[in-house]
């Protein structure tokens, strides 16, 4: 039992999430609600879904999503078959870890054409 819930007592049941962007001073939302500009950290629940969006006046949005996956504790539970460990972890949330740990994206500005498909003829778009 005494490592029983290593992730709990590992890691907790929340994660820091790192979050900047270039250029910084972008505004940062996670489920659309504002947690501050960039360089900032998210602290969240490791047992769910999110996502994080970055705004900066003049700038594309960016907008991804953080997944939860299995934390390497659960399976360090797993292959020492401490299931009172797993239990615990599974009950607090700390059996899950959130990928991608760090959010870091070049902001592209507006009207750069990203995303655009390119003209044969050159350019990126229009009528020929």
């Known amino acids: 039992m005494g490592m029983a819930g290593c992730a709990t007592l590992i890691h907790g049941s929340s994660q820091e999430i790192e979050v900047d962007s270039t250029p910084s001073e972008a505004r940062v939302e996670v489920e659309g609600r504002p947690v501050g500009t960039t360089p900032t950290t998210a602290v969240l629940k490791r047992n769910r879904e999110y996502t994080v969006s970055i705004y900066r006046d003049g700038y594309e949005p ?50 750069t054409g990203a995303g655009e498909a390119p003209n044969p003829e050159g350019g990126t778009g229009g009528s020929p």
């Open 62 to 111: 960016h907008h991804v999503t953080l997944r939860s996956g299995r934390s390497i504790w659960a399976t360090v539970n797993i292959l020492n078959l401490l299931v009172p460990g797993l239990l615990i972890d599974a009950s607090t949330g700390a059996l899950h870890s959130l990928d991608p740990g760090t959010v870091a994206p070049e902001l592209e500005p507006v009207g």
